[in-house]
């Protein structure tokens, strides 16, 4: 995709040499028991299918849609589950696996979602962490890569639905329209 708005931060290349190294390590700190990955809709659909791939053992994934209100590059601190798991945490280490975090207020409320269903242990998986940003304290277990604030997209992260395709994740300097305001 040749797009004059889109730069490379991190490429598809570096992707996956990060994700390879996550998935060693997550392997290596969760042996044994049942390991549920949960992917947070839509945006950590890319990095869901690549890092379950890359952790040597059997794992089990779910999805969890959620809707944060505001489309474009702003949250407004609202979080509200839109498709619920469909297998059950209790006594299972679960890992959140999620595109970025922001903002902190959609992981802030996971968490507390996640926990009241009892598994035994619970951490979050992130490629991406903008901590500038942080509104709301998150503790991640795994990051891909920390970032500046700047506003990417590609690998499963949108601006308004569009570029989540990309095999990069690119910085997007002038969105094709102004950012609505949450
Ligand atoms: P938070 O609740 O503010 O931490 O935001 C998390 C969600 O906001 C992510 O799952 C993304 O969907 C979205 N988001 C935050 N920053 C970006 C970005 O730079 N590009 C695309 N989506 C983003
Ligand atoms: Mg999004």
Not at 14 to 31: H, N, Q, T, V, Y
Not at 120 to 142: F, H, N, Q, W
Not at 166 to 181: E, M
């Amino acid at each position: 995709m040749t797009d004059p708005n889109l730069r490379v931060l991190i490429s598809a290349e570096k992707i996956r040499a990060r994700i390879r190294e996550l998935g060693a390590e997550i392997s290596r700190d969760f042996p044994s028991g049942n390991l549920h990955l949960i992917c947070i809709l839509k945006g950590a659909v890319y990095f869901l299918t690549d890092l379950s791939r890359a952790i040597g053992r059997d794992v089990f994934i779910d999805f969890m849609g959620i809707s944060t209100y505001g489309k474009g590059k702003t949250t407004s601190g609202e979080v509200k589950v839109t498709k619920d798991l469909d297998i059950s945490l209790e006594g299972a280490d679960v890992l959140i696996v999620e595109d970025i975090v922001d903002s902190g207020i959609t992981l802030n409320y996971l968490m507390h979602v996640m926990e009241q269903r009892r598994p035994r242990s619970l951490g979050i998986v992130a490629l991406l962490d903008k901590p500038e940003r942080r509104l709301r304290p998150v503790v991640t277990t795994y990051v891909g890569f920390q970032i500046p604030d700047q506003f990417v997209v590609g690998y499963g992260l949108d601006y308004a639905e569009r570029y989540r395709n990309l095999d990069d994740i690119c910085v997007l300097d002038s969105p094709p329209q102004a950012p609505p305001r949450a």
